[in-house]
């Protein structure tokens, strides 16, 4: 290993051996605690008493699927808002939903959905094309301010032709539709409901059409829902088609890595996908426990950019890009549970262009200096770098829960020059400021994808607020031509080809800072509950917990 490359490993490592180490005293300390429970919970547990307990590590402002586009929305979404078709958990195979069958015009503008009959609201009311037609409505009214139109990609009308059949027009062809129509922000709402209680609806509560209904939100504490008893329409990829076979779903809010590691291995929580990456070594050797993934995962951590802003020239992003050790990183931060991230795409994902294998970023300092160097960004004596009396010091905002990484991230940039102000927030204060606002240069974030075509659309095109091109919508006009030419061709050859070249010009330009691409490690007590089937739709783990049951 490199002197540089030791360094930036210890430098990583000062920012979690703290947390590790009292991760691992409180894993000792409760171990006694654990196993005096565990015979507890080996006794019997009736069926439909059952309710199991899941963990969140940050809360949301509002569940409005039209509204809120995160991660903290996106997980709870799929278990009471139920989706025209859904996706297996290859991110790829489309299986009926709400919907039994559909259709496909030849041009690709028209797609027809015929209902399941019996389909019904938590309220018992049954539900209709007309709701399906009155939820689409509402995400596209611009009154809505959707954070998220940019899924419905061309989508220009909705209509109910009778009780059980709704039709969509598009503008254009969108390969992606049908995997963007089992989104979680595609669920059917009850639309009523969401006008008459306004900004109340979901948060005071949501009429949903999934196997769960809401019971009730404690903001920073939980979210709980009960068994739908009308729900017998199942869900693609499950056994069960309901009603659930436990009693309800809560997720606790639980911001502390120690709290969550302490409420699994004492049994307060059944299963969990926010275990920090240092004790799942530990909790692999547990035998009460299982760890397990999706076939697909489409994740990746980044530092978003803010092109308008003049420290967002060309050779500070390049810089920055190769002076971040992301190896360093993921062996330090992540116990090696998780890829470096060089590109937007994840190299295990179908759709990543290997070609540019040779042009993406390494880890080399001394070329980030030297790119700085001839750029006139020059060291001061206190060595931090500036040009014509501006200090090379970008202003980055970011959650809290990345307070770890953001300043391993610092660190690094600092033996470059760089002084990296951090102004870091609980997520729901953060994702505001980083959607509505243009005070800062970076900002780090999660972007989640099921298609090369989505985190393309989503991160880059000039329409959408995390995209770096969205306050300078010239600099992104090469990209936004290749990536709507590709989400409208229909011929996967040619569509590849669209993408492989946008890709190759998101990479070229540095417009991001990819950081690591992370994994779905979802950890279930199987002495507890059974029927967990990992996910990796919009960085849900559980998908719908349809199959949830108590172990026997």
């Known amino acids: 290993m490199s002197v540089q490359r030791s360094r930036n490993l210890r430098l990583a490592s000062d920012q979690c051996r703290a947390r590790t180490s009292l991760v ?8 006694a605690v654990a196993l005096l429970l565990g015979a507890l919970t080996s006794l019997p547990v009736i069926a439909q008493e059952k309710t199991v307990y899941l963990q969140k590590n940050t809360d949301a402002r509002s569940f409005d699927p039209h509204k809120i586009i995160s991660r903290s929305v996106g997980e709870i ?6 989706t025209l078709v859904t996706v297996e958990d290859d991110l790829a195979t489309i299986r009926p939903g709400l919907a039994e069958k559909w259709t496909v015009s030849p041009d690709g503008l028209t797609y027809s959905f015929a209902l399941k009959q019996g389909l019904r609201f938590c309220d018992g009311r049954t539900l209709t094309a007309d709701d399906v037609s009155a939820t689409f409505l509402r995400w596209l ?21 009778d009780h059980s059949i709704v039709e969509f027009k598009l503008r254009e062809p969108y390969a992606d539709f049908l995997i963007q129509l089992a989104s979680p922000y595609a669920g059917i709402i009850d639309a009523a409901e969401a006008k008459r209680l306004g900004d109340a609806f979901a948060v005071q509560t949501m009429n949903g059409t999934g196997p769960y209904c809401w019971k009730h939100w404690r903001p920073r504490d939980e979210i709980a829902m009960t068994r739908n008893p009308h729900y017998t329409w199942g869900a693609g990829p499950y056994d069960t088609k309901g009603p659930a076979r436990v009693a309800g779903v809560v997720f606790k809010i639980m911001p502390e890595d120690n709290s969550r590691v302490a409420a699994l291995l004492t049994g307060q929580s059944d299963a969990s996908y926010y275990v920090p990456w240092s004790s799942i070594a530990e909790i692999r050797k547990d035998s009460r426990f299982e760890v397990s993934q999706p076939r697909a995962f489409g994740w990746i951590a980044f530092l978003g950019t803010k092109l308008h802003r003049p420290m967002m020239e060309p050779a500070v992003r390049k810089a920055m890009n190769l002076a971040i050790d992301r190896e360093a990183i993921v062996e330090a931060l992540y116990a090696g549970e998780a890829d470096p991230a060089r590109s937007a795409v994840s190299p295990r994902f179908n759709g990543y262009n290997k070609a540019l294998e040779a042009r993406l970023p390494r880890f080399d300092q001394a070329a980030a200096r030297k790119i700085l160097d001839d750029a006139g960004w020059r060291p001061g ?28 991230v610092q660190g ?9 102000k951090l102004e870091l927030a609980d997520t729901p204060v953060a994702v505001a400021r980083m959607l509505s606002k243009d005070d800062f240069d970076l900002f780090g974030y999660f972007g989640s994808y099921s298609t090369v075509g989505e985190v393309l659309q989503k991160y880059f095109l000039p329409t959408e607020p995390v995209s ?3 306050f300078a919508k010239e600099q992104g006009v090469e990209v936004a031509t290749l990536i709507t030419a590709g989400r409208r061709e229909l011929d996967p050859a040619k569509r590849t080809e669209y993408f492989d070249r946008a890709q190759e010009l998101v990479a070229d330009g540095s417009f991001w800072v990819p950081l690591t691409h992370e994994r779905m490690l979802v950890v279930s007590n199987k002495t507890r509950v059974t029927g967990l089937k990992p996910h990796g739709l919009a960085g849900n783990g559980l998908y719908k917990g349809l199959d949830f049951a108590p172990a026997r």
Do not use: H
Not at 24 to 31: A, C, L, V, Y
Not at 383 to 390: H, S
């Open 24 to 31: 691992s005293q409180w894993q000792r300390t409760i171990g």
């Open 77 to 82: 979404l799929p278990f009471m808002l139920d």
């Open 141 to 161: 009214d611009p009154a809505t301010k959707s954070t998220n139109t940019v899924l419905l990609g061309p989508l220009s009308s909705v209509t109910a032709k």
């Open 381 to 408: 004596s206190d060595g931090i770098r500036a040009k014509n009396g501006v200090k090379l010091a970008p202003v980055l905002v970011g959650y809290n829960t990345w307070r770890e990484r953001l300043e391993a």
């Open 412 to 420: 690094m940039l600092a033996e470059i020059g760089v002084d990296l």
């Open 468 to 470: 770096p091109f969205f």
